[in-house]
């Protein structure tokens, strides 16, 4: 055409209008991909000493109902003897059994096993103990000295790192592993090292001096390695030890009054270690300072404070009570000014809590 | 240490009794025991309503302490062990009726007693790893409410020909009491069943004997809380024998023939420690 009438600007229009509305339309932000929302909790049970009664108890939020132990519901066969730890990593479960030696791998949702694992060196049970991850590949501490590499696609150990003496917690910090020796085995003899693992080469780089029977280890966002040494029980008492990840040299070590074999749950910038006087002691990972003598804030008391773990998505606190040691334990929620929401009845000797997603 | 009495009047009679205990233990290394001194008395009155001396009622009131013993004090596993010593308040009713008679029935004896004992830090075992090293603790607080019976008969059938029965029962119910927030409050004390039952009969034809004897034990837990979880069955468990006695060389000998776990039964007493199936022995004792 040769010259635009008015017609023609008025199709122009409209078409232009209707393809810039369109447009609109696509430009509208797009909606955040949904949070994670928990669906409940499992407690891992290690049992009766010198017994085969571990058991892996469920809390379903929904449903609010609790199964004394979901996994031998489940898979029909019971956990074994001693039950140590239990991690997620992606839709599978690890659970770490110590005393019977096995790891079983299930369905993160349902505890349906996946696969079960003989932790054995010939025919010796290495004793497995704990569990962290780290890209694709499972971690899992044994009392033989080992640290086991486990490849989560193909579920398959490749490769055993060897440690120091009976080795306990880990933690993952600046790309490296932090392993610590506890030599608890020994009595009167314990070890006294962590063990400093490079994650590229996967081989131990580095040996740190730190007090005696160290057990407890956790990371925070800063760089810091925090450990918890339990001592020899006469002279050595327990010390809380922060070691720079950076430099791996130790930054300051005090003597502490801590409950054995504590985990340092850190969620942000605090940390919930639970006292040897039966507290929550709340300690702040970037001042480096006690926030709190006492989470627990309406007098709530716990006979026997076992375990403790952080909700960060609800910031509810779990803290698990093991009673006389001997008999069925408690589970204790919290929410996150202290106070107690809700507790339920768990097997004996709750030692681990995790939280599973819908 | 003790002091006693004795008072009879009629049909009745009537007993008294104070026990002192005085313990002190020392030791080179490590911590000793406290040494106690403790006085424990004891009431009896027993009395026959019909002026008949076959048959006895009687009650009694009883104050017993129970020191923890050398292994329970001493054998542990990692650090020494605090163990109180037990106190107990028993209070008893029961009854007797003894007889003879001059049939095939010899002699027959019934005694029923029932009792009441309120229990201050019950020593309790529990089966650790090793059986030398077992865990010992203490109840805070239990409950005990039994009845025994036992009954015992002695029969002759000729001058050569003889038999006897005899059976005891025990209901038990021992509850632990120590903590009403506890979630075991009121339930069984573990590894401690609510019936047991043992049989004893013979017969004895000149030389030869044969005897059977049976136990039975109804469930327990053995954990305070009385779960299916936690339970470890009852067992029923026959036993017979054969006893030849002589003269061999003028000395009393005997040969005995038994089959223990009749009826093939697999059971535990202690869980996770299966007891031995059917077995037989042979034995040669030169005795009566």
């Known amino acids: ?358 | 240490n003790n002091v006693a009495a004795k008072f009879k009047a009629g049909k009745w009679e009537l007993q008294g009794n104070v026990l002192n205990t005085y313990i002190h233990d020392e030791e080179e290394l490590g911590i000793a025991a406290k040494s106690r001194s403790v006085f424990t008395p004891t009431l009896m009155a027993s009395f026959a309503p019909l002026g008949d001396k076959n048959l006895h009622v009687r009650a009694f009131y009883k104050e017993i302490f129970r020191n923890p013993n050398f292994t329970e004090q001493y054998y542990y596993a990692t650090r020494p062990r605090d163990i109180k010593p037990e106190y107990v308040k028993q209070y008893d009713l029961g009854a007797t009726y003894a007889r003879h008679f001059s049939d095939v029935l010899q002699y027959f004896s019934i005694t029923a007693d029932a009792y009441y004992n309120d229990v201050d830090n019950k020593i309790l075992y529990l089966p650790g790893r090793s059986a030398e090293i077992p865990s010992v603790i203490n109840l805070g607080k239990v409950d005990i409410r039994g009845l025994d019976v036992n009954m015992k008969s002695l029969l002759k059938f000729s001058n050569k020909f003889t038999g006897s029965i005899s059976a005891g029962y025990t209901f038990q119910k021992s509850v632990d009491v120590t903590d009403v927030k506890d979630e075991f409050y009121g339930e069984q004390i573990p590894y401690t069943p609510e019936h047991t039952l043992t049989v004893n009969a013979g017969v004895t034809y000149n030389s030869i004997s044969v005897y059977y004897n049976h136990i039975l034990s109804s469930l327990r837990y053995y954990t305070s809380n009385n779960k299916p979880d936690y339970l470890v069955p009852g067992y029923n468990i026959s036993d017979a024998s054969v006893q030849y006695r002589f003269k061999a060389y003028k000395m009393p000998v005997s040969l005995s023939a038994e089959v223990n776990n009749l009826f093939n039964q697999n059971y535990e007493v202690v869980r996770s420690y299966p007891m031995p199936p059917r077995s037989y022995r042979l034995t040669f004792q030169i005795t009566k």
């Open chain 1, 1 to 358: 055409m040769k010259t635009l009438t008015i017609k023609h600007l008025l199709i122009i229009l409209t078409v232009t209008a209707v393809l810039t509305s369109c447009r609109k339309d696509k430009t509208e932000p797009t909606p955040e991909p949904p949070k994670a929302e928990r669906a409940g909790v499992y407690i891992v049970n290690q049992g009766s000493f010198g017994a085969s009664n571990s058991t892996l108890t469920y809390y379903d939020y929904t449903t609010a109902t609790r199964t004394g132990d979901i996994f031998s519901t489940v898979n029909g066969t019971g956990l074994g003897a001693t039950a140590n730890d239990a991690q997620i990593y992606g839709s599978k479960m690890y659970i770490i059994v110590n005393v019977s030696s096995t790891i079983e791998i299930v369905n993160a949702k349902t505890a349906k096993l996946i696969k079960h694992i003989d932790m054995k060196d010939g025919e010796v049970n290495r004793q497995p103990r704990y569990v962290v991850f780290n890209k694709g590949k499972a971690f899992i501490s044994s009392y033989d000295g080992t640290v086991a590499v486990l490849d989560t696609a193909s579920l398959n150990i490749e490769k055993y790192i060897t440690v120091g003496r009976n080795p306990e917690q880990m933690a993952i910090s600046n790309n490296k592993l932090y392993v610590a020796n506890s030599g608890g085995l020994d009595f009167g003899n314990p070890d006294k090292t962590v063990s400093v693992i490079d994650l590229n080469t996967l081989t131990e780089i580095k040996k740190i001096e730190v007090t005696v029977n160290p057990v407890s280890l956790a990371a925070d966002a800063y760089g810091d390695v925090y450990l918890i040494s339990n001592g020899n029980y006469v002279d050595i008492n327990p010390t809380f030890t922060i070691i720079d990840s950076n430099t791996d040299v130790v930054k300051s070590a005090a003597e502490a009054n801590v409950a054995y074999g504590s985990p340092i749950a850190i969620e942000g910038d605090l940390a919930f270690i639970l006292t040897g006087d039966n507290k929550v002691q709340v300690y702040n990972v970037k001042t480096e300072t006690v926030a709190k003598e006492n989470f627990i804030s309406d007098g709530t008391a716990i006979t026997t404070p076992y375990s403790v773990a952080v909700d960060g998505l609800t910031g509810e606190v779990f803290v698990t009570d093991a009673k006389n040691f001997a008999v069925d334990g408690e589970l204790f929620v919290f929410d996150s000014s202290g106070k107690k929401k809700y507790s339920i009845a768990t097997g004996i000797n709750p030692g681990r809590v995790v939280f599973v997603n819908k």
